[in-house]
């Protein structure tokens, strides 16, 4: 197949249907490739999550992640805000016992929970409002985040010559542990990452940025198509195209 033919094949793959919140189209395939963490946050929740009698997923997505992780409390509920996840979350997770709220804008600042609600709360890459978390925790529950940082955005953007600043640059660990403190909570861990991410054809990276739309502001295949060409010629020579993530994690307990 020419250089040319398989380009477009590889844009023409990229359209394949994303559903809830999970990229194994291109991450079990070995497409797309992410460092390991030196934390896992699955192992983290877990002995939390065993010991609970109520808990909050917030922003489960399709509930493809929380549904690996029980069995669950008593009382599990989870979040989601955009509508497509909604349905695909309640059919996941009903059987399993979890139930299924769905949130918007609005309601991230004033969660629809009593006061001292839960006694733990996690959280995989969702906003959250601290003050907010901190009032649904009864007192001695945990919250659990995992957040990806400011500095994820410029390098992936760079690619397509895109030199937009991150408007989340600011969003460092220090910063997200300032914030949960000032809220009240008292941080018992917390630690910071920044693994490299290989993508090996530019099809899985369109996928991506296609399903994560805020990555890359604007993105289109249309828009994007010579940089797009640039970094599949580039893939073809190299084997592959790295990019430098970051991740944050936060342990925090409301006294």
């Known amino acids: 197949m020419s250089n040319a033919a398989a380009f477009e094949a590889f844009l023409r793959d990229a359209e394949h249907g994303f559903a809830g919140w999970d990229f194994g189209y291109i991450t079990d395939t070995g497409r797309m490739a992410s460092e390991p963490l030196p934390w896992s946050y699955a ?4 002995p939390h999550l065993r010991t609970a009698t109520a808990a909050l997923d917030m922003g489960t997505g399709g509930g493809e992640f929380l549904a ?21 979350a309640r059919a996941r ?3 399993l016992g979890v139930e299924v709220v769905a949130i918007d804008d609005a309601m991230v600042h004033a969660l629809p929970f009593a006061a001292a609600n839960f006694d733990l709360v996690i959280n995989r890459h969702e906003y959250y409002d601290p003050a907010e978390v901190r009032r649904i925790l009864k007192p001695g529950g945990r919250f659990i985040t995992q957040q990806v940082g400011g500095e994820e955005y410029p390098p992936i953007r760079a690619l397509l010559g895109d030199t937009t600043p991150s408007e989340f640059a600011h969003w460092t660990r220090d910063f997200a542990v300032a914030e949960l403190e000032g809220a009240g909570f008292r941080v018992t861990a917390s630690a910071e990452a920044f693994p490299t991410t290989r993508f090996y054809d530019v099809g899985a990276l369109a996928y991506h940025l296609t399903a994560i739309p805020w990555d890359v502001p604007d993105f289109s295949i249309t828009r994007h198509r010579p940089a797009l060409w640039a970094l599949h010629e580039h893939i073809e020579q190299a084997g592959y195209v790295a990019v430098l993530g970051h991740r944050i994690i936060v342990q925090a307990q409301r006294d």
Do not use: D, K
């Open 43 to 46: 192992s983290i929740v877990l």
């Open 68 to 88: 690996r992780l029980g069995p669950f409390p008593p009382h599990m509920v989870a979040t989601e805000q955009y509508p497509p996840n909604i349905a695909l």
């Open 93 to 95: 997770l009903t059987p």
